[in-house]
Structure formats: structure tokens, C-alpha cells
């Protein structure tokens, strides 16, 4: 038995060519060792996807395309650590094997426990072949602190992104910070530790009289909104980012929410930001001020916004409530466990109405009373376009008329199911 086993991609793409990730270096032909990735040919797919065992793909048709996929996908592979570094290795090396690779735009990782080690082993594919990709996913991989800073260090390279998202990953604080550095220092010389970092909130928590020398050296190597601090660069290095989902990753603390805030003034033209599950708090001041950045801009503006949980509170909400009333193209709005209560409501129920294309909204677990309901109702019924409300852990139904202003659109409601 060799020690390597097949292992097929999940068959998620969307061209009619499939890659399958042959780990067989015992089985496959010398002059393709240690090269583990091969694209095969639409005419020979359908023989290698009937292969059972590893003699089959040996003795299967090796005809390859002159060209490489431009997306491969390898979620929930269990690659771990081990077969991250062979996957780098072979990302890496795959040109020199005589075979022509188009650039890879897609890599998708996620669910694979690569850990901080698998970051670190993809370190030179991201600054190297990789550096043109244009969507990263590497969500639920236990990627923590050393990771995090490993990924921030590729992140000046990798500015042709559209997607990045490290869902559901224990970043921590001070890492969090030390990557999201890596938005704004585009072109400095070296990227802030997590022990930098773990300075950096200390001295964000020091009186303002009090001079740490923290923020001098972050102000020398980083520049927010103008991403490298040398004269003349231009702004916005990160224009064609889309989509960043840091959702439930351990952020916390206002050190970070101005790390998020300073990173989002480089995307001019991100659509869609997941921030639920990190406490931010705070009011989130800083961040409401980038997002309203984000609205006023030329271009097409958010369409998906989730701070769920992020500690806006009623003072946050006044902050929210001036940007979210300029994203008109908004589809999809998730404001649950902020604990808004009905002062912070009323203090958004002006923007809400404004939103005339919104088709999911998210104010669960915000302690509204049954002095809401009426304004509820009004306000759901006059957005023609929307699909689902999510009000449970609420306390809409106290009072004397309890949920029947609401009856009118409890079609659209969702009252006890966390979905």
C-alpha cells in the first residue's frame, strides 16, 4: 500500500473540467514527483472519476490540458498541516514540470484544520505564485495567532484579491490586529507581531498624555486610508476586494475596531463585510465612520452588513444610522445581540425605512419591547422586497397588545428558530 492515498476534489466547479488532487508520488511517473496537482482533460475525467483505487489511476489515461484550472477546491479535506506543505510544495513547483499553467485565481481551503502551520507552509505560494489570487478561503481551520501574523505578512502581496474570508477561526486580539495591518502597510518593510500588536492595544488604552512610542512606530510603517506612508502613494490599495468575512474570530476590544476601520478605507469597493461574533464594543465609532466612507463612494456600495454582536448599544446605533441610510443597494442587514433596546431602534427606524431593496433583516436578541411593535409593523410592511425578519429573544409580546400590530406581517418574521 503506498502511503499516499487519492483524495478527489469536491466536484464544485463551475467549468466543465474537474481537478483531482493525486497524492500517489509513489504511483505517479518520476518526472511529475513531487508536483501533486494535474489537471485532466475533459476526455479523461469521466475514466478517473470511476477509479477506485490507486492501481486504476495508475493505469488511467494520462493525457493532461496545457493549461492549469484557475479554481481549485479542497474544502473539508482534512489536508492539515502535512498535506497543506505538499500542497503549497506543489503549487510552487508545478510550472517547472513543462506544463503551462494559467495563473490560480481561486483557492479554496477551508474546513481542512491546516492550523497556523498550514499558513506558514502556504507563505511562499501566496507571495509567489499565488500572489494574483482573487479568492482565499480559509475558514474553520484553527488558525490562531502565528497564522494570522503569517497571513498578514502575505496580505501586501496579494492585492489583486475579491475575496478573503477566515470565518470562524480563534485569530485573537493582538493577531487580528497584526493582519489587519497587512490591508493598510502595502508596502512596508515589516509587519507588526503579535507582540507589537499586544503593544499597540496597551498603548490605544494609555492616556493620551502618555507617549508609549507604540503609535509612532505603527504611524512610520502604516499610513490608514493611504496604504503606504511614503509620499504619494495612492490610496485604496485593495480596490477590487468584494467580500471579508472575519466573522466570529475572537476580535475584540477597540484597538481591533480601529484596525477593522483603517483596513476598510482600502477597499473602496467591498460589497458585502462579516463581522458577527466579535465583540468589539465600544459603540463601534470608528467603524461606523469607514462604513459611511464606504456608502459615499461612486461605486455600487455594500449589499451585505453583518455586525451581529459586535457591542453596538444605543450609542453605536446614532453612529450606524448615518451610513446606513446611504446604502441603497443594501440586500441583507444583520444587527442581532447589540443590544440596541428601543432607544437605539428608534435611533435607526429613519435609515431602515430608506432601505427599499433590503431582504433580510437581523434584530434578534436586542431587548425591543412591545413599544416597538407598531413601528415594527409599519416599517415591514413598507419594504415591499422583504423576505425574513428574525425577532426572536425579544420581548415584543409583553404588554397589553403583545404581537398583534405585527400579525399583518407574520409571514416574514421569524420568531424562535435561530436560522
Given at each position: 500500500m503506498p502511503a499516499y492515498t487519492t483524495m478527489p476534489i469536491r466536484p464544485t466547479l463551475p467549468t466543465k473540467q474537474r481537478l483531482l488532487l493525486l497524492r500517489l508520488k509513489g504511483l505517479l511517473p518520476a518526472a511529475l514527483r513531487p508536483c501533486a496537482l494535474l489537471e485532466i482533460s475533459?476526455?479523461?475525467?469521466?475514466?478517473?472519476?470511476?477509479?477506485?483505487?490507486?492501481?486504476?489511476?495508475?493505469?488511467?489515461p494520462t493525457k493532461l490540458n496545457t493549461q492549469f484550472n484557475q479554481e481549485l477546491d479542497v474544502t473539508g479535506n482534512c489536508l492539515r498541516v502535512t498535506g497543506t506543505s505538499e500542497l503549497a510544495a506543489a503549487l510552487v513547483s508545478r510550472s517547472s514540470f513543462g506544463v503551462q499553467c494559467s495563473p490560480l485565481r481561486s483557492l479554496?481551503?477551508?474546513?481542512?484544520?491546516?492550523?497556523?502551520g498550514g499558513v506558514v507552509a502556504l507563505k511562499a505560494a501566496l507571495k509567489g505564485p499565488l500572489s494574483s489570487l482573487q479568492r482565499l478561503a480559509l475558514d474553520e481551520n484553527d488558525i490562531a495567532a502565528t497564522g494570522a501574523t503569517a497571513l498578514g505578512e502575505c496580505l501586501p502581496e496579494l492585492t489583486s484579491l475579491h475575496e478573503l474570508s477566515l470565518r470562524r477561526n480563534p485569530l485573537g486580539t493582538p493577531a487580528g490586529i497584526a493582519l489587519?495591518?497587512?490591508?493598510?502597510?502595502?508596502a512596508a518593510p515589516q509587519m507588526l507581531s503579535p507582540a507589537s500588536a499586544s503593544d499597540a492595544l496597551a498603548a490605544d488604552a494609555a492616556p493620551a498624555h502618555q507617549d508609549t512610542g507604540v503609535q509612532g512606530r505603527v504611524a512610520v510603517a502604516c499610513e490608514p486610508g493611504g496604504g503606504d506612508a511614503r509620499p504619494g502613494a495612492a490610496p485604496g490599495r485593495f480596490r477590487e476586494m468584494r467580500v471579508l468575512d472575519l466573522s466570529q474570530c475572537n476580535l475584540q476590544g477597540a484597538a481591533t475596531e480601529k484596525a477593522i476601520a483603517d483596513a476598510l478605507?482600502?477597499?473602496?469597493?467591498?460589497?458585502?463585510?462579516?463581522?458577527?461574533?466579535?465583540h468589539l464594543g465600544g459603540g463601534c465609532v470608528n467603524l461606523c465612520a469607514s462604513l459611511r466612507q464606504l456608502a459615499s463612494s461612486s461605486c455600487a456600495g455594500l449589499v451585505k452588513?453583518?455586525?451581529?454582536?459586535?457591542?453596538?448599544?444605543?450609542?453605536?446605533?446614532?453612529?450606524?444610522?448615518?451610513?446606513?441610510?446611504?446604502?441603497?443597494?443594501?440586500l441583507h442587514l444583520g444587527l442581532g445581540r447589540?443590544?440596541?433596546?428601543?432607544?437605539?431602534?428608534?435611533?435607526?427606524?429613519?435609515?431602515f425605512f430608506g432601505l427599499g431593496v433590503l431582504r433580510t433583516l437581523g434584530l434578534q436578541h436586542n431587548d425591543l419591547g412591545p413599544g416597538c411593535s407598531a413601528r415594527l409593523a409599519e416599517l415591514f410592511l413598507s419594504l415591499r422586497m422583504l423576505q425574513d425578519v428574525r425577532l426572536y429573544g425579544n420581548n415584543l409580546h409583553l404588554g397589553a397588545?403583545?404581537?398583534?400590530?405585527?400579525?399583518?406581517?407574520?409571514?416574514?418574521?421569524?420568531?424562535?428558530?435561530?436560522?
Open positions: 475533459t476526455q479523461t475525467h469521466e475514466r478517473y472519476a470511476t477509479c477506485t483505487n490507486e492501481t486504476e489511476y495508475a493505469r488511467a479554496l481551503l477551508g474546513r481542512n484544520s491546516i492550523g497556523c489587519l495591518r497587512g490591508f493598510v502597510c502595502a478605507r482600502e477597499q473602496p469597493r467591498l460589497q458585502e463585510l462579516a463581522l458577527q461574533g466579535n452588513l453583518k455586525l451581529g454582536g459586535v457591542g453596538l448599544g444605543s450609542h453605536g446605533a446614532e453612529a450606524l444610522a448615518d451610513p446606513l441610510s446611504r446604502m441603497k443597494h443594501l447589540n443590544g440596541l433596546g428601543d432607544a437605539g431602534l428608534l435611533k435607526l427606524m429613519d435609515a397588545t403583545g404581537i398583534r400590530p405585527l400579525e399583518a406581517c407574520r409571514h416574514i418574521i421569524t420568531w424562535d428558530t435561530d436560522i
